[in-house]
């Protein structure tokens, strides 16, 4: 009996040795579970009742998460956790795949502006009109443009007689008021054209007196060389235009400006002149000074230089297209780029054709006062009209103001029909 025991515990011991051996021999070949590496959390009441969200195992050998229901192996999740502890898998976006050789796509580059063709400068008629300019340094500008814009007007010459530092104030340097009438005289302009007084915001001499800036006394004094200069142009019934003053960065410049124009349009169209504003061209809709606007195509482009007074290229060139449409009303159809001056050097060649045998017919001339050549002795229609002795419903209406009686049976035959 004992022995009989002791054979059943040494065959039990055997068993549980082999099948420790088994395992400890087929431990390795099994997967690691993540669980082992990352343990999920436990599921609370909330994930009991209303659905807990599903944990992950992360693979060590390709660092990917594997959900334990997915139907794609190779689809990616990426884990989110949130505020309130739990956690979801989320889908991960797939990348877009670029066709080879294909880089970022390039930003599209603003389009250069426009560069307006070069007009050809033509000869000028013996007959041209002359548009004279006269002023300041933005009167310079001002010519220089117009001269540009009537370059293919062989019926318009424009002449730009302006004084880049001169003034209606400082008459040591440049009197307008002596020197304006020797330029018409030569000039002989059809149209004066004048943009003056941007260098004129500073102390006039008076007489003897050096009167300052902004009072009475050189408002009136200025206004009189105003209306002085304007008289000299209408006295010789030429056509006026007086450019007003445009804005500028300076607040106060902006302010004189005003003021300034004021004098010029109330003098100017005192004697007959038109004054050209230009305000509202360089300031934005709120009336505020502009360096940056639209050209004369519409284009966004620089207007004014970095010192808020002189003009730029496009400045000058939307300054000169306020004028132009005053000097055109003026010139007519001599702004015309067709007009061309008809001599002997520039007309077509004649070509004639010579006569065919037998088809000369000679032309006998016919004098006007010898009207006996036709036979007859009187003009067409010099024999009295011939006299009709039965009168037309014509002369019966004229003469004595009777009407013809209506034929039986029209709208205006109104006889009473009397019953038989």
């Known amino acids: 009996m004992t022995s009989l025991a002791r054979s059943w515990r040494n065959s039990i011991w055997m068993r ?20 082992a590496q990352e343990p999920a959390p436990r599921r609370n009441l909330l994930d009991m009742l209303f659905g807990g969200p599903r944990y992950e195992r992360r693979s060590d050998r390709n660092d990917r998460y594997d959900r334990y229901d997915r139907d794609e192996p190779n689809q990616r999740y990426e884990r989110r956790y ?19 050789g294909t880089g970022r796509a ?14 050809e400068p033509v000869a000028k008629l013996e007959n041209a009109k002359d548009v004279l300019v006269v002023g300041d340094f933005m009167a310079g500008g001002l010519g ?7 370059a293919a007007s062989p019926g318009v010459a424009v002449t730009d007689r302006s004084d880049v530092a001169s003034g209606l104030v400082r008459e040591d340097h440049f009197d307008w008021q002596a020197q304006l009438p020797t330029i018409l005289d030569d000039v002989k302009p059809s149209v004066v054209v004048i943009m003056i007084g ?61 003021t300034l124009n004021a004098i010029y349009r109330a003098q100017t169209e005192k004697v007959g002149g038109e004054f050209v504003d230009i305000w509202e061209g360089f300031v934005d809709e709120d009336g505020k000074f502009i360096t940056t606007g639209s050209d004369v195509n519409g284009q966004q482009v620089r207007l004014r230089g970095s010192d808020g007074i002189i003009f730029t290229k496009a400045g000058k060139q939307k300054l000169a297209f306020y004028v132009e449409k005053f000097v055109r009303r003026h010139v007519g159809e001599m702004a015309s780029p067709d007009l061309v001056k008809l001599d002997g050097t520039n007309l077509p060649p004649l070509a004639t054709l010579p006569n065919a045998a037998g088809q000369t017919v000679p032309a006998v001339p016919i004098s006007l006062s010898d009207p006996e050549l036709d036979g007859g002795k009187d003009l067409l229609g010099a024999a009295p009209l011939p006299v009709v002795a039965v009168e037309t419903p014509r002369d019966k209406l004229v003469k004595r103001g009777e009407l013809a009686p209506p034929p039986a049976g029209r709208v205006d035959d109104y006889k009473v029909k009397v019953a038989q």
Do not use: H
Not at 16 to 35: D, Y
Not at 84 to 99: L, N, T
Not at 208 to 232: H, L, M, P, Q, S
């Open 106 to 119: 390039a930003v599209p580059r603003p389009q250069a502006p426009v560069t307006p063709a070069v007009i």
């Open 198 to 258: 941007a260098n004129d915001r500073q102390q006039m001499d008076i007489g003897n007196t050096a009167e300052k800036f902004r009072t009475d006394a050189w408002f009136k004094e200025y206004e009189a060389r105003v209306a002085k200069i304007a008289g000299t142009v209408s006295a010789r019934k030429i056509p006026l235009l007086w450019v007003g003053l445009p804005s500028f960065q300076s607040p106060s410049m902006m302010a004189d400006a005003v």
């Open 16 to 35: 549980v040795s082999c099948l420790a051996f088994g395992l400890a021999v087929a431990m390795p070949l099994a997967p690691v579970p993540a669980s």
């Open 82 to 100: 949130y505020r309130d502890g739990s956690i979801v898998d989320v889908p991960s976006r797939p990348q877009r795949s670029r066709p080879a």
């Open 144 to 150: 220089g443009e117009l001269d540009t814009t009537f």
